[in-house]
């Protein structure tokens, strides 16, 4: 889209033939609205929001409050990751909270038949409206103190279910057309001395700095630091409105219009009065001469305020609000006349607009949402020093008005006063309270995609200078436009800038206060929506192709001989243990472990080693570790496998013929490493009726010390002590395992993932008929479960499990998931996630987890076993699961584990709480394009949520090393 700056002023005729030719597409739009205009004999007891220490309620309604909803939906089958609606709710109100916010996306969600995510709340920030946003300290009410009132809250939910009935009842198709439209009402409202510590002194403000009207002398909370409220005519402002315009495709009328635009709504000033001050106005205006619903989105506004009219009063923001109606709808009948665009908007005095060169675009009705909870970081809590003196400076006020009553302004100091005993107790090192965070606070982004403009949610008073960011980003490109709507599903406060805080101000040094906040967000904060949010628009903005890139990086850990490992790895702290394998015979793995914080890797040993495995004569080495890290009593259990195969009709068989001057494999150990001492030791070594067999599958009990394998080939089970060293080798279940021909008809795939339960010790593993064994510690048999569990259709209906090449009906990994008191497992090739309660003995099937690509080729994944990557992230709730991505081929048949076609590596995570699975795109290998990694069958996930792996790198080589997904990358739709 092209976006409209300094217009350059030309004729009408010019601006038509300049103009290009708009397209046109279909979506069903509808948009209603409901009055929240509280009554005046209860508004008595309704404090209004948007100033510190207003004297009264409100005392007279200028014009009405309303509750408004768009509601656009597809107008034609979709794609997949496309809601079937999106729904924008805004209200006349300065912010409400985030319990409102969702209680009000429930309710819409179920009666507009949608997602959650895909309902956006917002406020238009007006000042002269109900506080609605419990901790607003700077707006209490004397009725005991209470800053909210809960009955006029609550009856905001229904408001917006009628609205969104209202939008639902009104729906028709209709086309969407984005302009954006000049407007210089917004300017900057930050004065800064450069240099100085102190801000510019009253004398130096004129009335336009402060407000038409007012005298120069600023309340202290807007004076800090260097910077001053006022006009910064040469700060970053708003040049323009964002404008949505759908319009009937029978008739030709307009159904809605949405207008986006940054500047605070502080016209009207701080009398007492109920005003939806000049939105409203704007949305009134546009109603007038276009009919339909008009809905307005503040954008980002934190440091803009309106150009000469701050606390103009009433009529001042009607007028200014009507001037800019005028000019939108001028603009839209031109365009909709001419298909060419806008009008510059008049300044407040003067009524003429003027024709400008159009900035039209109309796009085809792409839907899409996408959200994610952001943890912002906190400033340390102000030292007790500060909070001293905030608290000398309520009680100077309080007692300079001593004879004043009003018990509106001492319910406002007894609040302050209440935060500055707060913020001292946190200085001398009393805990925060839950509102605060003990180090982070809680921000939501959600980008909602209406065909051509993307809204970008942010719950903070946003500075403008994270639109200009975010609109630039996109200025160049061919995607919708994008505008932020700040005051979106709740409202931190402000969020400024990093190079803002230097320079202070009343937002970034006080207005946390009037938030209830002890202390303010940091300014790494900038850097971290900043990043989420350019992903949250490419997973709209791309939605018609949707698998964007993850780019990992790679480390060289110095093992040339390192080849494709399966599990093999642990993040303990803040390092990640892992192990290259060896398909050499006399070539041992080798140990690792890659710090996060340094981001360098050392060596902790080859497996040959400690086994203490002689060298002389040579035997079939270590190669492998095919078990995952577990740690135990300060130390991390393992288990080692053997590393070479010979190969008999197409099929990996144990090395019972090993090169000459080789001697036999010697068995598979289990391994305790000390991570503090780099030593190890040499537990257990396999031994089974079969023979020197490796150890293909393990977990271990930390909580009562014991381990548990299953060997390669034949399939036995093993329970080890792992103090006392006792063991205990069990027949088989899986009959001949991997150790006998297919033809013998006792071939059984074994399984490679054993769960154990932590209430009570038990363990479980499957087999490829679909049957789930337990194993209680002093039984001498496994024990089946329920009655094959796993044999289910959806796994494949055809699985042959006395063939090899796939694991049958075995699950591939399973994981114990504190949350649900549950396992959760997937299913190999087909991907399908399940649920395992080993107490009511049932499976439950959850969503199938393959990539984007794969779902829509309705193929199987290209690996035959399916992917081991699959753990259960920090967070105690989300699933992350390393998976293929289909190129268009179709698999080949193979015998054997192994990649059966060329496909790319996606990273899926599902969230078990809300059931919501993310294929979070391709990843790429250090740069956008490159690579993917292949052969991936291990996943570790770090505490900051990093997502390590092993695979091969470099395309043609099997060499295999460790790459690493930052977690900045990877947004979950979840706190």
């Not at 801000?199 to 407000?211: Q, R």
């Not at 494999?665 to 490493?673: I, M, N, P, R, W």
Request: glycine fraction near 10%; proline fraction near 7%.
């Amino acid at each position: 889209h092209s976006s409209a700056s300094t217009p350059c002023v030309i004729s009408t005729a010019s601006a038509m033939a300049c103009a290009s030719q708009s397209h046109a597409a279909v979506a069903h739009v509808g948009a209603g609205r409901c009055d929240i205009t509280p009554k005046l004999a209860s508004a008595c007891n309704v404090p209004l929001a948007g100033y510190w220490y207003r004297s009264s309620a409100a005392q007279e309604v200028k014009d009405p409050l309303f509750c408004r909803c768009l509601l656009v939906s597809q107008a034609e089958p979709s794609h997949q990751s496309s809601p079937p609606s999106v729904a924008v709710v805004t209200f006349d109100l300065c912010a409400v909270s985030t319990e409102i916010v969702g209680a009000v996306r429930r309710r819409l969600a179920a009666v507009l038949r949608t997602e959650d995510q895909s309902v956006m709340v917002t406020c238009t920030h007006t000042h002269t409206g109900p506080c609605a946003r419990p901790g607003f300290l700077g707006f209490c009410c004397p009725a005991a103190g209470a800053p909210f009132p809960r009955q006029y809250a609550d009856g905001l939910v229904g408001a917006a279910e009628h609205a969104a009935l209202a939008a639902l009842a009104d729906q028709r198709p209709a086309v969407l057309q984005h302009l954006s439209v000049p407007c210089t009402l917004g300017v900057n409202r930050r004065v800064t001395s450069v240099g100085s510590k102190q801000p510019p002194p009253p004398s130096t403000l004129t009335g336009g700095d402060i407000g038409v009207g007012k005298k120069a002398d600023v309340p202290w909370f807007e004076r800090a630091g260097c910077t001053t409220l006022g006009e910064n005519p040469h700060g970053p402002a708003p040049a323009a409105a964002h404008v949505l315009c759908a319009r009937a495709v029978q008739e030709g009328d307009v159904v809605a219009v949405l207008v986006n635009y940054a500047c605070h709504p502080v016209v009207c000033g701080k009398p007492a009065v109920i005003s939806a001050d000049y939105p409203g106005a704007v949305c009134d205006g546009l109603e007038q001469e276009l009919g339909g619903t008009a809905i307005f989105v503040t954008g980002a506004a934190g440091n803009i305020n309106p150009r000469g009219l701050r606390g103009a009063g009433w009529a001042a923001a009607r007028q200014a609000g009507a001037s800019l109606a005028h000019a939108i709808a001028q603009n839209l009948t031109l365009s909709h006349k001419e298909n060419r665009g806008p009008l510059s908007t008049p300044a407040p005095n003067d009524p003429k607009p003027t024709s400008v060169e159009a900035s039209v675009t109309t796009s085809r009705a792409v839907l899409a949402a996408s959200f994610v909870v952001l943890q912002l970081p906190l400033l340390p809590p102000p030292p007790e020093a500060e909070a001293n003196a905030f608290e000398a400076e309520l009680l100077e006020r309080r007692s300079a008005n001593a004879s004043d009553p009003n018990a509106w302004s001492r319910a406002v100091e007894d609040a302050m006063l209440g935060l500055a005993a707060r913020q001292r107790a946190a200085a001398q090192g009393a805990p925060l309270c839950a509102a605060d965070g003990a180090s982070t606070r809680p921000f939501e982004l959600q980008a909602l995609r209406l065909g051509p403009l993307v809204l970008l949610g942010m719950s903070g008073e946003m500075f403008f200078e994270f639109a200009q960011q975010l609109e630039q980003a996109v200025a160049t490109t061919t995607q919708p436009a994008v505008a932020v709507a700040a005051y979106a599903n709740g409202c931190i406060g402000y969020v400024g800038t990093a190079a803002s805080y230097p320079l202070g101000g009343y937002e970034i040094l006080h207005a946390h206060k009037v938030y209830g906040h002890v202390a303010n967000i940091a300014p790494e904060s900038e850097a971290i929506i900043v990043t989420a949010s350019t992903i949250l628009l490419d997973q709209v903005a791309f939605i018609a192709s949707p698998h964007r890139e993850l780019v990992a990086s790679t480390f060289d850990s110095g093992f040339e001989h390192a080849h494709d490992t399966y599990n093999g790895m642990a993040a303990v702290g803040s390092d990640v243990f892992y192990v290259l394998c060896s398909e050499h015979p006399t070539t041992p793995a080798h140990m690792f472990r890659w710090n996060t914080s340094t981001q360098t890797t050392e060596c902790c040993g080859n497996l040959d080693a400690m086994c203490n495995q002689p060298q002389s004569p040579p035997a079939i080495a270590q190669g492998k570790s095919h078990v995952n890290f577990v740690l135990w009593d300060g130390m991390l259990v393992f288990a080692t496998h053997v590393g070479w195969y010979n190969m008999r009709d197409g099929m990996e068989v144990f090395p019972d013929d090993p090169p000459e001057g080789i001697g036999p494999y010697q068995g598979g150990h289990v391994l305790a490493y000390d991570m503090a001492s780099g030593t190890t030791e040499d537990l257990f070594t396999l031994r089974t009726p079969w023979g020197n067999e490796g150890i293909l599958s393990m977990n271990v009990d930390s909580a009562r010390g014991r381990a548990y394998c299953l060997s390669w080939p034949a399939g036995y089970f093993v329970a080890l002590d792992l103090t006392s060293k006792e063991s205990h080798v069990l027949a088989p279940v899986c009959l001949g395992g991997e150790s006998v021909a297919p033809s013998s008809g006792r071939y059984r795939c074994v399984c490679r993932s054993i769960a154990i339960d932590p209430r009570d010790g038990a363990a479980y593993m499957s087999t490829a008929e679909g049957s789930v064994y337990r194993f209680v510690w002093g039984a001498d048999a496994l024990t089946p479960v329920g009655d094959h569990l796993l044999k289910r259709e959806y796994f494949g209906e055809h699985l042959d499990p006395t063939q090899p090449g796939s694991m049958a009906y075995n699950w591939r990994q399973v994981v114990w998931v504190p949350a649900l008191g549950k396992f959760v497992g997937v299913h190999g090739s087909s991907g399908y996630a399940f649920t395992f309660d080993p107490k009511a003995e049932t499976v439950r099937l959850l969503e199938r987890l393959t990539s984007g690509p794969s779902h829509e080729a309705g193929r199987p994944d290209q690996f035959s076993y399916g992917y081991l990557g699959f753990a259960l992230g920090p967070d105690g709730r989300t699933m992350y699961y390393l998976t293929g991505g289909h190129k268009g081929h179709r698999p080949r048949p193979s015998r054997k584990g192994e990649a059966r076609g060329e496909e790319d590596l996606h990273l899926v995570t599902f969230d078990l709480l809300t059931g919501r699975r993310k294929d979070h795109g391709r990843i790429a290998l250090n740069t956008d394009g490159g690579p993917s990694p292949s052969y991936v069958n291990s996943i570790a996930v770090t505490q900051d949520g990093s997502v390590c792996s092993l695979g091969r790198l470099v395309p043609g080589s099997t060499r295999t090393d460790l790459f690493v997904v930052p977690a900045s990358q990877i947004l979950l739709p979840t706190v």
